[in-house]
């Protein structure tokens, strides 16, 4: 069992940052490639970005390629989203995920064993 707690959310001016964490705790943290999605109201959970399980690797969304960045730091358990320029097409709540090492289909929901109860991200116009 893992369990994964988001914090870093709130308000911001549009074109400003912000960075999410995710706190792991319970099984081994570096055991499994994590991951971000949001959900914003009426639509579906949507993939962000995903990190490998030694942070070799990395994948992003079109959407915000170029703007974000993912990291983790094993050591601490725990993962960030770094989020840059952001626009009000990225207001959501943001979700971090853990799932088993190399998942063929990383951008479904269903491919994620553990998820966090979501941090809201809101982006003034």
Do not use: H
Not at 16 to 43: E, I, N, V
Not at 45 to 74: H, Q
């Amino acid at each position: 069992q893992v369990q994964l707690v988001e914090s870093g959310g709130g308000l911001v001016q549009a074109g400003g940052s912000m960075r999410l964490s995710c706190a792991a705790s319970g099984r081994t943290f570096s055991s499994y490639d994590m991951a971000w999605f949001r959900q914003a109201p009426g639509k579906e959970r949507d993939f962000v970005a995903l990190i490998g399980w030694s942070g070799r690797y990395t994948y992003y969304a079109d959407s915000v390629k170029g703007r974000v960045t993912i990291s983790r730091d094993n050591g601490k358990n725990t993962m960030y989203l770094q989020m840059n320029r952001l626009n009000p097409e990225d207001a959501a709540v943001y979700f971090c995920a853990a799932g088993a090492v190399g998942r063929s289909n990383y951008l479904s929901p269903d491919e994620y064993d553990y998820w966090g109860q979501g941090t809201q991200v809101t982006v003034a116009s």
